[in-house]
């Protein structure tokens, strides 16, 4: 299989303390993450439906896309991507840690490891009006033009 591009979504459910968590995560993606070469960004708030099935409620949904593994791979090591996902997951730790900057920033590594399931809990030295994120899912696919 020829790989075309790789596509990278991320559906964020944003913190329920900050009103303004989801248009925050949708400024930093834009202002950190757009510029990034070789890579197409699309960053926005879900829309709301009436359907049951559509979730929508504090959603930001994120689709990055490459046009190979080579600038995906860059993208994974720009200084801008750590320091957006530093930004998004401010307020968060992973459980049992102690608040404070050393235990964020051990979280935000175990999250660009790719960590799943991570147990997390709030970091209380950090206000709720600074807190953005509420968990994530991600999905990565390649397309090979079909």
Known sequence: MHVVSITQIVIYKTYKGNPGAALGIVELARRLLGEIPGTE????????????????????MKMTTWP???????????????EYVRLVLRGWKLKGDPDGAESAQRFVDQIMLGGE????????????????????????????GV
């Open 68 to 82: 190979s593994e080579e600038y995906r791979q860059r993208y994974l090591a720009d200084h801008r991507l750590k």
């Open 41 to 60: 960004l699309r960053v926005g708030l879900a829309v709301e439906s009436d359907r049951s099935v559509v979730i929508s409620n504090g959603m930001v």
């Open 117 to 144: 399931d991570l147990e997390t809990e709030r970091d209380l030295s950090v206000p709720d009006a600074e807190v953005l994120w509420g968990g994530e899912r991600i999905v990565i696919f390649s397309s090979d």
